[in-house]
């Protein structure tokens, strides 16, 4: 039986126009249009609040506290990639610092997503380039331990496959499929604008949710005819 490489040198990626369009949405927007599916567990944050990230996934995983990997996987990703590491959420020892960081920004990349921790969190902040972690510790990784790049992985609990959309901002990163992507686009588009427009109607002073007496008739919490 054949058996894949542990390095997957090419895949196929969402498409830009599709990226440029997805950095436009919040990722809660993109979530709710996806199923309120595909998030990250929310250990997995941003260094600094206003950081966002969109791009394709580029997958990288590691056993814990090893980042071997990563420093091949940052030699073959592409510009506008996003490395999203498979780092187990261990937080024992800092899988990149402000050196790693410091060559992903310079080769062009949109960002870095690391489900497990970092270091050197002064530098990142002063380095301007998006960064998501799970936590930060001072100890430093070894580099013995073989992975894997460009094979799915689970990442903050969620699936990521090579090439599927990440976007992420201050509420989380949020991972789309690559060929359901497109379709989510149009999607998110009417949800910004209903939520626009309800805005408004809250403004008025419209705050009542129409929808509420009927699912709180349908949990039981309210009897038939009977109103807040």
Not at 184 to 195: F, P, S
């Amino acid at each position: 039986m054949s058996q894949l490489p542990e390095i997957i040198r090419t895949i196929d990626r969402v498409s830009p126009d599709v990226v440029a369009k997805a950095s436009t949405y919040q990722a809660a927007i993109l979530a709710d249009v996806a199923g309120r599916r595909g998030t990250m567990h929310g250990r997995v944050a941003p260094v600094r609040q206003n950081m966002k990230v969109a791009g394709p996934a580029f997958t990288v995983e590691v056993r814990p506290g090893d980042n071997l990997m990563i420093h091949a996987a940052i030699a073959l990703a592409q510009p506008g990639d996003v490395l999203v590491i498979d780092g187990k959420g261990d937080q024992t020892a800092a899988l990149m610092g402000t050196l790693m960081l410091s060559a992903c920004k310079k080769r062009g990349l949109a960002g870095v997503i690391v489900d497990a921790a970092i270091r050197d969190k002064l530098e990142i902040l002063e380095l301007d380039f998006p960064v998501f972690s799970a936590g930060f510790n001072p100890a430093g990784p070894t580099k013995y331990v073989p992975g894997r790049i460009n094979h799915p992985i689970s990442a903050g609990g969620a699936t990521v496959n090579p090439g599927d959309l990440v976007v992420g901002d201050a509420d989380g990163v949020v991972v789309i499929e690559r060929d359901k992507a497109p379709a989510m686009m149009a999607l998110a588009d009417k949800k910004v604008a209903d939520e626009a427009a309800r805005i408004e109607s809250i403004a008025r002073g419209d705050t009542a949710a129409k929808w509420l007496p009927a699912a709180l008739r349908a949990a039981g919490v309210l009897k038939e005819g009977e109103t807040l």
